[in-house]
């Protein structure tokens, strides 16, 4: 949408070369104050002042807001809507050759330097902008005080310049009816009268000329009591002695200059549309330093899009480069291009002869600034390999501007300013497979389509190929390209049309690096995981810490990999993964081995510190110190964990596989994260059976039935258990593990005398182990059953042994494990204080492990409290908030309990048929989960309801 803004005259809105009415002169005055101030906030204060002076309303604020508001309407009705509410007050933003006052500065700052004839062009152009008196139909007495006189400076400014300019082109004849004019309206201005001496003396009327100087004192003197200005008085001398000075002499003829526009065609770009705008604001205004151009660098991967947002640019800035826009490639097939062979096209654009160009980059580099000095051009110069190729092509005064693209940062480049160009999102993705297939052919594979944007990786360049291939072969399906991408070992020979090749894009990059870094990123390449901490890649390459994080610095300076946002992470793209890994060769697999070592060194370290740590078995003389902040750690590993215990167990890594898996289990149960759970341990599962180990095949099956027991499959729970505890027959203290969790599934299903001789021999193993913790909790356990038999003085005396126990441990995650189960006998024992208390206490410890599914338990059976209490609004907004949160976690038994104490809560309330339906509810849920005891609960609990009572 082409918007123009107009205040060199009366206000003038055009939108798409149509001119917008703006009736109401409250709006016109504070769309003129706005755009005063262009890109810049105005402050509510000042807006108000503009409209009613020095004294406001005292509504101003709120009518203000109205007429903004109406304002915003008036545009948005015509397909823009540029203001913005910005502190103090509001803002306009407006684009590059948006508004006629910047057009105006920027050909009169392209004039200053430039020879008389462009000078005299370029000023003349800026004057032709004015259309009158600035603003002269926006009725504000305070914004002309203000703007008024500064506005009518410059174009006055800007006119004598003209004048001057002509004068020196000896126009002087063709200047005297101009000048008669400006001396009759303006006859106190001084500059006028001196130009229109010179005309006179110039064109041979001498005495006119010295006619105008009498006139002129006469005026000054008798309006100010003053003599006229050293100028006049020096100009008068002149002409009266004849200084030959004063002759007009002709220039020296200047130099042909050629205007090439010598950009490519322009492409159509999708997503870049901010940055695009941003950039071409920055190319187009003036230089802030004298004598240097603006420099902008756009650093990206190959293939990101660099150049033809570069392009796109370069189009965009035609009026405001009128002397040329240039292009230059600085690299080809055969690596980067010599300055002076780049130095040496520009120069032929510009008109110089080959056989005047000097041998040498540094001859060639001054013949270039020479020949630019004073003009607006633009300087695209495309694919950099370094700073030292760029030096020499960067003009010498600031009315030039220079955009580089490069897949190096080129930091080292004084005065430039980098921005890095990213990879599209899937959105932006899939809207450019759009204009290439049309968005039918899209929408009706819509999954295809987007697994196709997932194996381009967001990649311009892939994307493009791709479309072009399936444009290329309509009857194809995207899903026929996307089988093809799928194989990582067939992804880039897919990626092929034409001369377009995601391999030889990247290629470059690599060509570019010196062998260190080749290594690197070959061996970075080696893993699955596209994630890097410092500490893995050092690993990885075996190389000291310090060197490692030189040498990925350089990787991500050479685009190669890049920054995550998080310290010390770095990321990269799953194509140049591919890439690398196309290059590696024997060194591969130690470097795969290095890496798996350095994940399960980190993990067992950060696992030593969780809360639940010394609740889960180990290898014998397993062990690893303690790490602060590990909660954080596997928090921030977690996807890359997956991905390396998945590329160990399919390399076979077995051993590595289940250890990783087991060291990540504790974590991932005190976070809920149940999918990941699964699948790290099914796959390490089928590598510990492949390999023939049994003990990490009982690791494995002992972790995935406790995750079944914790998902409420208790059937495969229980299958999964009894399968660990026949393969740790051997090693008494896993043992004892796998039979306390059996016995967990034994009690949760009322197996009660299961579950006492699980513990029961458990016991054993503990005692011969000497493990305290072991032993405390199984007396925590057998509380439990016989609480659950009825003997509640037992299971009280059970309870506070093994509560007094952990305590003695400094074992906190036992503690709340005993809380929350006491809370909840106390609960049912009718001592809802007591019960309160434990729950609150738990629900802290919880709550400070991060374990969000043992906190959810304390608040579901406080909520449980709260209901015998007869606290009832309260209950219900605790319990309602619980059932939501199990069923987003997938957790049926919490679910199942929340909906039984909400349904008590309407049943307390009179409200049998509410009662009777969460009641129904419950009992779905605790059938589906498989629980019996609980199943007969519940219906037990529907029979005592009235029969008239309705579902």
Known sequence: MGVRYGILGPLELTIDTKPTALPAAKHRIVLAALLLSANRPVSVDELAERLWGERPPASAKATLQGYVLRLRRTLAASGVDPVRTRPPGYLIEVGPEQLDLDRFRALVATAEPAPAAIAADRLREALELWRGPALCDVPSPSLHAVAGAWLAELRINALERRIDADLRLGRHADLLGELAGLVADSPLHEPFRAQLMLALHRA??????????????AVIVGELGIEPGERLRQLERGVLTGDPALDWRPEAPERAFARPQ???????LVGRAALADELTRRLAAPSPRSGMPVVQVIAGMSGVGKSALAVHIGHRLRESFP????????????????????????????????????DSVEGRSTLLRDRLAGRRVLLVLDDAADEAQVRPLIPGDECSAVLVTSRNRLTGLAGARTVDLTVLDDEESLRLLETVLGSP????????????????????LALRVAAARLAARTSRPLSWLVAQLADEQRRLDGLEAGDMQVRASLAAGYRALDDERRRALRLLGSLDTIEYSTGLAAAVLDRPLFRTERLVEDLVDAQLLELTGVADRYRMHGLVRVYAREQADDERDPAVSRALAAWLAAAEEAEASLPNAGWLPHLPGHGAPATDDSMAWFELERQELAVAIEQAAAEGYADHAWRLAAACEGFLELRGYWDDWRRCQERALVAAVTAGDRWGEARMRYGLGRLCFAQDRHVLAERLLNQAVQLWEDDGLSHAHALMALGDVHHHNGRLDLARRCFDEAALGYTRAGDERGTANVGFCLGLVARDRGDADAAKAALAAALSAFRGLGDSYGQAQVLLFLGASHSKWGDPDAAERCLLEATVLYRGFGDRLGELRCVRLFGHVLVTRGETARAERVLTGCQRAFAEIGDLFGEATSRWSLAELALRDGDERLGRRRLTAALDLFTRAGLGPWQRRMRDRLAQLPRSTPV
Request: glycine letters at 10%.
């Open 441 to 460: 052919r899209v929408a009706a594979e819509a999954d295809a389509a987007r697994d196709l944007v997932r194996h381009c990786g967001g990649l311009p």
């Open 323 to 358: 002397d040329g826009r240039l292009h230059a490639t600085l690299s080809d097939a055969t690596g980067p291009v010599h300055p002076a062979e780049v130095l040496g096209r520009l120069l032929r654009l510009l008109g110089v002869l080959g056989t005047h160009l000097p």
């Open 262 to 268: 010598a950009l490519p065609p322009d492409v159509p």
């Open 204 to 217: 041979g009327r001498t005495a006119d000329a010295l006619e105008t100087y009498r006139d002129a004192r």
